[in-house]
């Protein structure tokens, strides 16, 4: 019903809407670290601009992301959709022809590893 709307109402527009109103609620517990929206928007910004700065990505360019479950997979996947790059997530655990066979299936011109 939400992406039937003109426009649609994208993950990245709620993440956007909730970081404006209430930026100082934890969104994120890590390891004992809590990150607010206000937090997680901050480091989603800083990933986009080095992402298009540096490495020239712009929309429609897929990329492949190869990180395990940390935060930075947050930031990275919403930096991504700010720029309008597909994200195509690879199971950080998958090895050998599996992974190679992810790759050649994402068509990604870009991998983003830790």
């Known amino acids: ?6 426009p649609a109402v994208t ?8 970081a404006r109103l209430r930026p ?3 969104l994120l517990l890590f390891q004992g670290d809590t990150f607010t929206f206000e937090d997680v928007e901050r480091q989603s910004n800083r990933a986009a601009w080095a992402l ?6 712009r929309s429609g360019r897929t990329v492949a ?13 919403l930096a991504l959709a700010k720029l309008g790059c597909p994200m195509a997530c690879l199971n950080c655990n998958v090895r050998g022809r599996a992974l190679r066979h992810a790759l ?4 990604a ?3 983003l590893a830790s």
């Open 52 to 57: 298009w700065r540096r490495l020239g990505l």
């Open 104 to 107: 050649e299936a994402a068509e």
């Open 11 to 18: 993950l990245l527009d709620v993440f956007r809407r909730h």
């Open 1 to 6: 019903r939400r992406l039937s709307g003109r």
């Open 65 to 77: 992301v190869f990180l395990p479950n940390e935060p930075a997979y947050l930031w990275t996947w």
């Open 24 to 26: 100082r609620r934890p």
């Open 109 to 111: 011109t870009v991998m």
